[in-house]
């Protein structure tokens, strides 16, 4: 009898801070999401597994490419997920630039773990 694997959703994390990267990482995997984390834009956008994901949550500021940018990119490769930005450098201008590139939230850091893990629950319909 061939036993059927449950659907994991897959959140990709682009951060350049190791800690918060792999808190991140670490606080998904352990709510049960398939979690691929790299710590920039451009080795994100070099793995084609990684385009498969449900959710994006990025950084804003990063070196190269920084989350608006990364989104585009991914939009460009025809990337349909919902994408959640998270920053500890958010004004006006950034938060609105953030919405009108397609962030569905946009988290201030820090935030609490709940704020985020409701993020991505609502961002892949499991709320």
Aim: proline share 2%.
């Amino acid at each position: 009898m061939a036993s059927q694997r449950a659907y994991r959703a897959q959140v990709l994390i682009v951060e350049d801070d190791t800690s918060v990267r792999r808190s991140l990482q670490l606080l998904l995997a352990a709510r049960g999401y398939a979690v691929r984390a790299y710590a920039n834009a451009s080795l994100a956008l070099s793995d084609p597994a990684a385009w498969q994901s449900d959710c994006l949550i990025a950084d804003l500021v990063m070196d190269e490419i920084d989350g608006v940018g990364l989104l585009a990119a991914l939009r460009a490769k025809e990337w349909d997920g919902t994408a959640i930005l998270i920053s500890g450098h958010l004004d006006e201008e950034r938060t609105k630039q953030a919405q009108e590139a397609g962030f569905e939230a946009i988290l201030q850091k820090p935030f609490a773990d709940g704020l985020l893990l409701d993020a991505v629950a609502r961002a892949i319909d499991e709320d």
